[in-house]
DNA sequence: GAGTTAAACGGACGAACGTTCGATAGATAT
DNA sequence: ATATCTATCGAACGTTCGTCCGTTTAACTC
């Protein structure tokens, strides 16, 4: 009974048998409660799908709950890592922001089947698992909030940080009910037109109304 | 066999006391898909807190998808007839986009828990009753698109409209997953707020990038 | 090639699900 | 007083659910 799991860089990570088809059931199970939901999902849906049989998938997590919180973990924990990553190559606020943005983007418009488990089944999740993905949500916010602030003093701007940052998470996050990228363009337009409509947004406000 | 139901302005319409007792049902509904979601929420769990046996519930409706029918249309229908009342006292095409966005705050987040019904439920629905949400869906998002639309011809602004117009409805909807009136203030502040960040979002793109 | 571990399986468990049937008490109409 | 209709109920129907037990095959190790 295998218990510890290792998570690398591409997709769910794989480096022995184990993990790699660890990533493969987590890659499935992704792809159907996105199509149906957390509840709307059966494990003989994911059974079906992935080709193993009901008992053969208990062999790689303990309950449908910790599927979705490997899920979920897996997704913020591998988007933070970009994050940090991408962050190192520049300095200026504004740009330390749009990084943020074009990341966030990339990351999940490359994925909007985990896009939309992530934001879909927000709060399904329960007691110690639900309290830790809550953690790494939080933590992920705060990076944002920490650009815009930096931002917001060095050009002694002036607004409800909390407001904003979250109308920009808003913006992100309510793509995966639209996007279309033979419509809408690759990530790096989109990410440059959230961008441009936050950045102007808040750059004007330095008087009250 | 009642078939047919009418719909008044305040929560559900009542009548009759058919429709008194829909209505307090309907309600009650509301509040058990929110917290659970659709699949996860249970006919028991309705008959619970309504105190109506599970075959007493079926006298109001055929299904439970035509419960989230009934929630999500009346809805729709209530949001934009308040809209058409509203846009009645304004022309200049700037108020009339703010009417737009103080409308659907308004609208929503006095009733937060009907709020993420209808954006978490989204497309749920399958079939004819699906149909029929999409489509008052699609006519609500076109009321704001022409707003826009109106705005950016009379300024001559310069972006792609249905980026913006999503972007907007981004950061009207994803309040549901953070508002709290002690900290964000009512419905009009946080209106002229992310009234705010949009317009000027959008004022200062007459050039390219 | 024997022995051990890893990976998968069939088949079942009890519980919960959405829905329906037939019965019934109270109200309304004749 | 009788008949009809409205609103409700208890009890069950057939399915599907998440999970687990005991067993079997496949893959290494020595």
Known sequence: ???????????FGANSRFDRQLS?????????????GYEGASIRDLSRASGLSLAGLYYYFQSKDELLYLIQKHLFTS??????????????PEKRLRIFISNHLAYFLARPKA????????DVLKGALG?????????????CADLVEELKL?????????????????MMN???TWYNPRVDGDAATVAREIGNVFLRGIYASTSGR
């Open 154 to 170: 060095t050009k002694k701007l002036k607004f409800k940080s909390r407001a904003v940052v979250l109308c920009l998470f808003g």
């Open 174 to 176: 309510w793509i995966h």
């Open 131 to 143: 309290a830790e993905i809550r953690t790494l949500k939080r933590q992920y916010y705060h990076c």
């Open 115 to 122: 896009m939309k488990v992530l934001s879909h089944e927000d």
């Open 79 to 92: 988007v933070m890592e970009r994050l940090k990553e991408n962050l190192k190559t520049a300095a200026d």
């Open 24 to 36: 493969r059931i987590l890659n499935h199970a992704t792809a159907i409660f996105c199509e149906k």
């Open 1 to 11: 009974m295998a218990s510890t799991y290792s998570m690398a860089s591409t997709s």
